[in-house]
């Protein structure tokens, strides 16, 4: 006789700013439905085409369920299933005898497979920290951008997202809202019933830019968004549309601003950026001239050479116009920093020798004698910049490599053993959000499935059986959300572990309607917004940047992310999410396909100094002249060259070694294979 089904209640763990809330229900230990939950103010009962199928990942055939001892040659995924004692008794004492010569020669990579405030890395973190370890900073999402925003306002502070729908000019900029962040779209569609003028800034006419509700749309040539910005000004300066009362109360250095946009009229912005003068005229007058004004902004521009400029200039607009004034004006990005201000911190961890997570492939073969990899929630020899290196380093025979997935990735058919990892649906996580401000905690729903356990525990293991003895490694992870809810920031009061456990989810205490430079003062020096000089500098592996390299490499590419099954590399290997054709294709325009003599579906090799990938093309106008595409997020398996797009892609990083690598920004040259 089966048992009665119950509901729980948790949230998506993705890398997605939507954390929707959902329910699973269980019954006789088995999930048997997760559907979003009816109650989300913002996610209102929906997930995703990614999601919706969430248990056949759960349940999948593939999943790893026991810890795996490599047999076979790295690479090759051969392996056999062992015990957990016997697994962490050996890395232990592996991990032990390197980190006895040489603690820094261990290095832990992590990024955002789980963005759970508790899976994504707070006891990995204690563990390493107390090693001593080599550590990674995680900057390929978001650390360009933010850094961009701050030298305006000293802080990342944008407004709440669900302010938006009281805007009446929206510039989506660099989003891909209906991709990326879909349940923005009802706010959108809310704030255009009730008259805004909706406007998309993309490269490439992605589904967003193509949607019916959308007024207008600026196909700019990539990385120019600067020119762009100065254009806007130098308009708003000739016309007198600046508001001066608000300009000397509120900023510093706006004249530098207005100066440093003399030179860049419109029709010289338009040989920039492809966008015809009176356009950009019109930009500029209907974002001064319409209140409120918001732009919306997550990461799209920021992998370049130059990101954080083109953050910062996009940030400069409302602090010129004053648009921060109004409800629905100013800029709403990542609200992350919203839940960092609020939860409790861990404290200021050690400063060690540390390493951009961008520059993997090189600290793995060029000399930064590391001795051992400990991977978790990350994919890098997908996800990473520089993957040839990545793969060559994972190749080494003197390398120790840990992996902890769910699945047997790309990266994870490289390690010496590779622990399972539980899901959403088996641990205990507290959830911020980056696309709203509702707290969510999510309940294991189900027992862990064959012998999966939680990063947490893992580590907590891995630390006992190395005779770690620092506070903190054994607390339980009821011990960890408790500690970052033990905070007395304002915007937490009331939220307590009981009323999560109880709720769900519950909005933080920022006040409906909050401006976050005018009901509170920037945290700058002098509490004002910062403008200043700007520049538009192409970048060094652009067409305009590098003509000599561009001779040979004539076309740029960019591999966004573009399809609604993946999310980045967590289904870009498995059969019921991949898109139709079941392989990535190279997406190239009519005026670059016909004198390469290639035709819708025929076979190109797309090549430039860092590798060379076999796809099939796709002619068509979503991108620009000049531009092709390569959607990021498969699996290295689905090329022939058994490599991915982050096989092409620009690993460099900024010279002061902060923030993304530009891999937005790639020459690359591609010609049609013949029919064999
Ligand atoms: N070319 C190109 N490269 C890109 C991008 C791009 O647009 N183009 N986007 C970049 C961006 S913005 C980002 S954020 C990164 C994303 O990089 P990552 O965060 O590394 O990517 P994901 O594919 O989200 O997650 C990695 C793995 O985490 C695992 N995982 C999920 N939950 C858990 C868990 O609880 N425990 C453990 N141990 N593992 C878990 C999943 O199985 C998955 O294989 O990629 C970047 N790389
Ligand atoms: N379905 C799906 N949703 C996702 C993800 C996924 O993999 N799949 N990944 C999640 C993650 S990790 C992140 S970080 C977010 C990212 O969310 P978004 O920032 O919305 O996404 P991106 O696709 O990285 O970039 C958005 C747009 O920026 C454009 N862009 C690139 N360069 C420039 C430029 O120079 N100027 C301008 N104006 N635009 C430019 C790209 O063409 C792209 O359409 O999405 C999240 N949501
Ligand atoms: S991936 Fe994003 S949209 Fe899909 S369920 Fe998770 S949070 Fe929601
Ligand atoms: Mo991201």
Redesign the pocket.
């Known amino acids: 006789m089966s048992g009665e089904p119950i509901a729980v209640i948790g949230a998506c763990h993705h ?3 939507d954390t929707c809330a959902w329910e699973v229900t269980v019954q006789d230990g088995r999930a048997i439905k997760l559907r979003g939950h009816d109650e989300h103010p913002f996610t209102r009962g929906q997930l ?1 085409p ?1 999601v919706n199928r969430f248990l056949d990942r759960v349940y999948h055939p593939d999943r790893l369920l026991y810890p795996l001892r490599r047999i076979g040659p790295k690479g090759s995924g051969e392996y056999e299933p062992i015990g957990w004692e016997e697994a962490i008794d050996e890395i232990a004492g592996r991990l032990r005898d390197i980190a006895d010569r040489d603690p820094e020669a261990i290095l832990q990579y992590s990024f ?1 497979g789980t963005q759970g405030s508790i899976q994504k890395g707070v006891m990995a973190d204690r563990f390493f920290d107390a090693l001593g370890a080599s550590d990674i900073r995680r900057h390929l ?2 650390v360009t951008s933010n850094l961009g925003a701050e030298a305006v306002s000293g802080s990342r502070l944008g407004i709440d997202p669900e302010e938006l729908r009281h805007a009446r000019f929206l510039i989506l ?5 209906l ?3 879909r349940h923005l779209w009802p706010t959108i569609e809310a704030a255009k019933t009730a008259g805004a003028t909706l406007v998309v ?4 006419r ?1 589904q967003t830019a193509a949607a019916p509700i959308v007024d207008e749309f600026f196909q ?1 040539a ?4 600067v020119a762009l910005v100065l254009a806007m000004v130098n308009v708003l300066d000739r016309d007198g549309l600046l508001d001066r009362e608000w300009l000397e109360q509120s900023t510093a250095d706006w004249r530098g601003f207005i100066d440093a946009a003399q030179d860049m009229d419109p029709q010289r912005a338009a040989s920039i950026t492809g966008i015809a003068g009176d356009r950009i005229e019109w930009l500029a007058r209907s974002y001064a001239g319409t209140k409120p004004a918001a732009i919306r ?5 920021e ?2 050479e130059h990101g954080r400029d ?1 953050m910062r200039a996009i940030a400069m607009l409302p602090a010129l116009t004053g648009a921060w004034r109004e409800r629905g004006g100013g800029l709403a990005r990542s609200a992350a920093i919203y839940f960092d201000l609020a939860l409790a911190s861990g404290g200021e961890r050690p400063v060690r020798r540390s390493f951009n997570m961008g520059r993997l492939g090189e600290v793995l073969t060029d000399g930064a004698m590391i001795e051992a990899l400990v991977v978790h929630n990350s994919n890098p020899a997908v996800i990473t910049p520089g993957q040839n290196d990545i793969i060559a380093g994972l190749e080494r025979e003197d390398l120790f490599t840990v992996v902890i997935e769910q699945f047997l990735t790309d990266t994870a058919r490289y390690a010496d053993y590779v622990l399972p990892a539980t899901t959403q649906l088996e641990h205990l996580d507290l959830m911020t959000a980056w696309g709203h401000l509702y707290l969510s905690l999510n309940l294991p729903a189900i027992e862990p499935c064959g012998e999966t356990l939680p990063n947490t525990e893992i580590f907590r293991r891995l630390a006992a059986a190395m005779g770690l003895t620092d506070e903190g490694l054994r607390d339980s992870d009821e011990d960890l959300v408790r500690q970052l809810l033990d905070s007395d920031h304002p915007w937490l009061e009331g939220i307590t572990f009981d009323r999560l456990r109880a709720e769900g989810f519950v909005r933080l205490g920022v006040a409906p309607g909050f401006r976050p430079y005018v009901d509170s003062r920037p945290p700058t020096a002098d509490g004002k917004l910062h403008l200043g000089g700007l520049d538009y500098r192409p970048g060094t592996e652009t067409r305009t940047g590098n003509p000599v390299l561009a001779q040979r490499y004539p076309l740029t590419m ?1 591999s ?2 573009q ?2 099954k ?3 590399a967590n289904y870009g290997g498995f059969e019921n999410h991949l898109p139709q054709e079941g392989e990535p294709r190279l997406e190239i325009h009519e005026a670059d396909a016909l004198p390469r003599g290639i035709n819708d579906g025929d076979r190109v090799e797309v090549r430039n100094d860092r590798g060379a990938l076999t796809l099939t093309a796709t002619v068509s106008d979503t991108a620009q002249p000049g531009l092709v595409t390569i959607p ?2 498969w699996w290295n398996r689905s090329t022939p060259e058994a490599r991915a797009v982050n096989a092409l892609t620009n690993p460099a990083v900024a010279a002061d070694d902060i923030g993304s690598s530009f891999f ?1 920004e790639n020459l690359v040259e591609v010609v049609r294979l013949d029919d064999r």
């Not at 902004?297 to 521009?301: C, H, N």
């Open positions: 890398d997605c700013p995703c990614k955002d999402c978001g900029w660099g989003t891909n809202t991709l990326t962040n800034i993309d490269p490439i992605t700019l990539p990385g120019t968004d902004s997550l990461i799209g521009p992998h370049r083109i960019m966004r992310k399809h609604a993946f999310l980045n990021f997020g937005h």
